[in-house]
């Protein structure tokens, strides 16, 4: 029903900026909001960022919060990361998401739809 393709990962230097896109497909009424999430190996699925598709609600990490901002091209069905001052302990992969819940989730097992996932990779 909703298919997701991210990009725009790759490699920066510490303190640099890296901007990722998703762009879904499907009916505009399949989701409700999208969101972002990174991993790294051993660790849990992590809430990065997210927003209602139809309205202004978004949400981020606190280990994000001033330095990340989510965006949307609603005519494109792309959803944006721009990330900003990023750290190494941002490197992961990281996932764009869409759920039919009615709120910005910030639970992985709360999103139905997943991107392929783009690295993102900060060295010092």
């Known amino acids: 029903q909703v298919q997701l393709v991210e990009f725009g990962g790759g490699l920066v230097q510490a303190g640099g900026s890296l901007r990722l896109s998703c762009v879904a497909s499907?009916?505009?009424?399949?989701?409700?909001?999208m969101g972002w999430f990174r991993q790294t190996p051993g660790k849990e699925r992590e809430f990065v960022a997210g927003?209602?598709?139809?309205?202004?609600?978004?949400k981020y990490s606190d280990s994000v919060k001033g330095r990340f901002s989510i965006s949307r091209d609603s005519a494109a069905n792309t959803v944006y990361l721009q990330m900003n001052l990023l750290k190494p302990e941002d490197t992961a992969l990281y996932y764009c998401a869409a759920t039919t819940n009615n709120n910005v989730e910030v639970s992985a097992a709360d999103y139905q739809y997943w991107g392929q996932g783009t690295q993102v990779t900060v060295s010092l």
């Open positions: 499907g009916s505009k009424w399949s989701w409700y909001a």
């Open positions: 927003m209602l598709w139809f309205g202004r609600l978004v």
